[in-house]
């Protein structure tokens, strides 16, 4: 079945320095991609998406590329701040089922930012 | 902004009681969906309901029920709560037939004792 594989945190940076997180995904057909993060205290949001290969998804200074040759949907940003510090969870949707979108979501990789 | 709220933020329940989880939305979803959230296991789908008094399994529903009598509200319901059901609960909603993103609570933690 359809899954998704993130890299195991918890990640812990320190203000400004270059983030990575890896995503890798197994999927029938053409999924699209989702990074979700979670802040303390909060339910999911989305931080951005991606619908087909090759697209590339921003937002806030995040940055993520569907890449469908190596399978995968790093989450990347330039320079994280403390406010950068939350859950996040990658996640695909191969389609709908009676209208509705099923995603299937990675484990969440939890990230600290130190001032 | 699209409101998604789930009526308790911490529950303690004794092993066997009948415990209900309420979600209410305020944006006119048909979708609306329920996942447990465990740590190094991530999101997992219970049910959703694709309308009034529809439903569908998850990829984890045993153990649990639903209800939809009303589109605003979702309603999560454990018949006999037991220890390995202590979790994160999170609700989520969003138009039917959209690639919408989807609008979460920010959860229920159950702790069954």
């Known amino acids: 079945g359809d899954s998704v594989t993130q890299m195991e945190g918890p990640v812990t940076l320190s203000e400004e320095a270059f983030l990575t997180i890896n995503c890798t995904y197994t999927?029938?057909?053409?999924?699209?991609l989702f990074w979700y993060v979670q802040y303390p205290g909060e339910g999911l949001q989305l931080l951005l998406k991606?619908?087909?290969?090759?697209d590339k998804g921003s937002n806030k200074g995040f940055e993520a590329t569907y890449r469908k040759e190596t399978t995968s949907f790093h989450l990347e940003k330039g320079s994280v701040q403390v406010s950068d510090s939350a859950v996040y969870f990658c996640a695909l949707r191969t389609g709908l089922i009676q209208g509705a979108q099923k995603l299937v979501f990675g484990q969440g990789t939890r990230l600290t930012i130190n001032p | 902004d699209v409101k998604v709220t789930q009526s308790s933020r911490y529950l303690v329940k004794r092993t066997g009681e009948k415990v209900f989880l309420e979600c209410v939305q305020d944006m006119d979803h048909e979708n609306m969906f329920w996942y447990r959230q465990d740590p190094g296991l991530g999101l997992r789908l219970i049910y959703f309901s694709y309308d009034v008094k529809m439903k569908e399994k998850g990829d984890i529903p045993e153990g649990y029920s639903v209800s939809r009598e009303k589109k605003e509200r979702f309603s999560l319901i454990l018949e006999s709560a037991s220890t390995n059901q202590t979790s994160m609960y999170l609700c989520?909603?969003?138009?039917?037939?959209?690639?919408?993103?989807?609008?979460f609570g920010s959860g229920t933690q159950l702790s069954v004792l």
């Open positions: 999927a029938t057909g053409y999924p699209s």
């Open positions: 989520a909603s969003t138009r039917q037939f959209t690639n919408e993103k989807l609008f």
């Open positions: 991606a619908t087909k290969a090759d």
